[in-house]
């Protein structure tokens, strides 16, 4: 499995450096996109603008107009469920999951 790096626009100093796996069904909708990738943002939400500017179009289909993470759209840090300003750590695993749903 290959692993891009990716580096946000954030602020000047350290900026973590976090893994980040993304679904199948995401990564089917942008041809090339990885399943992991290798990040370097401080939250949650430059970690979306990252994939965006790697991906365009990628940040429209996991955030809204609010902006927040969209209804079914689930982004797990650490094993915790996470907002667009939840910060990240230095070495963070992120897990951005599309809900299943039917009826």
């Known amino acids: 499995m290959s692993e891009d790096v990716i580096n946000s626009a954030a602020a000047p100093g ?3 450096t976090v893994s980040v796996v993304l679904s ?3 990564i089917s ?8 990738v290798t990040v ?3 939250t949650v939400g ?3 603008d990252a994939l965006d500017a790697r991906w365009p179009g990628m940040g429209d289909r996991l955030r809204d107009s609010q902006p927040s993470v969209r209804r079914h759209i689930n982004i797990f840090c650490d094993g915790n469920r996470t907002q667009l300003a939840t910060p990240l750590r230095e070495g963070a695993s992120v897990f951005v999951l599309t809900a299943v749903s039917g009826g």
């Not at 909708?29 to 992991?36: D, E, K, Q, T």
């Open 24 to 26: 199948q069904a995401l």
């Open 46 to 48: 430059e970690m979306i």
């Open 29 to 36: 909708l942008f041809p090339g996109a990885s399943m992991r």
């Open 40 to 42: 370097t943002a401080a």
């Open 14 to 16: 350290p900026v973590p």
